[in-house]
T-cell receptor, first 114, second 109 residues
């Protein structure tokens, strides 16, 4: 089944404790992206990648890191999480290197930083 | 700054009604996307438009590039259409996405 998977789905952590949210897709998609969703602000793009070893900042990259060492995986790293990073996070992928194609979203990761 | 504005924010309709959700944007775009977010949180892509009109079942999406405006129409609405509908644009100056804050639709039987 074609899908985007994220792990974990729920995470409660404390300020400053490094964490990684994994994202994997099995559709051989070129474009992958991370978003956060907050009430009243909607979805905002954190980072995106157009291909292996090619990543770029989105609208709200501060406090986050990403890497794209393999085509299928695009982990999101919070080196020192803070409470303002409490949010619902979505990973997505699409065919092609440009954002002109249908995006497939993962199920979301709800992160709480205390 | 908000590159994408949606209206209305909230919408309640009776089953069977014709529904329109609007999206206006301020930047030049390569493409516009309509997304649906289910009450459980999952997001699916409905349409990608760069011009004209697309139809899928009871859903119709239109875009007017000159006026920087798109509409999503739902004909013969049904309670299962209850969801948040989100407009997103890909600006023609980069490879990012900008999103509207969504329209929450409730269809009452």
């Amino acid at each position: 089944e074609a899908q985007v998977t994220q792990n974990p789905r729920y995470l409660i952590t404390v300020t400053g404790k490094k964490l990684t949210v994994t994202c994997s897709q099995n559709m051989n998609h070129e474009y992958m992206s991370w978003y956060r969703q907050d009430p009243g602000l909607g979805l905002r793009q954190i980072y995106y990648s157009m291909n292996v070893e090619v990543t770029d900042k989105g609208d709200v990259p501060e406090g986050y890191k990403v890497s794209r060492k393999e085509k299928r995986n695009f982990p999101l790293i919070l080196e020192s999480p803070s409470p303002n990073q409490t949010s619902l996070y979505f990973c997505a992928s699409s065919w092609g290197v440009l954002p002109y194609y249908e995006q497939y979203f993962g199920p979301g990761t709800r992160l709480t930083v205390t | 700054k908000n590159e994408v504005e949606q209206s209305p924010q909230n919408l309640t309709a009776q089953e069977g009604e014709f529904i329109t959700i609007n999206c206006s944007y301020s930047v030049g775009i390569s493409a516009l996307h309509w997304l649906q977010q289910h009450p459980g949180g999952g997001i699916v892509s409905l349409f990608m438009l760069s011009s004209g009109k697309k139809k899928h079942g009871r859903l119709i999406a239109t875009i007017n590039i000159q006026e920087k405006h798109s509409s999503l129409h739902i004909t013969a609405s049904h309670p299962r259409d209850s969801a948040v509908y989100i407009c997103a644009v890909s600006p023609n100056t980069g490879n990012q996405f900008y999103f509207g804050t969504g329209t929450s639709l409730t269809v009452i039987p």
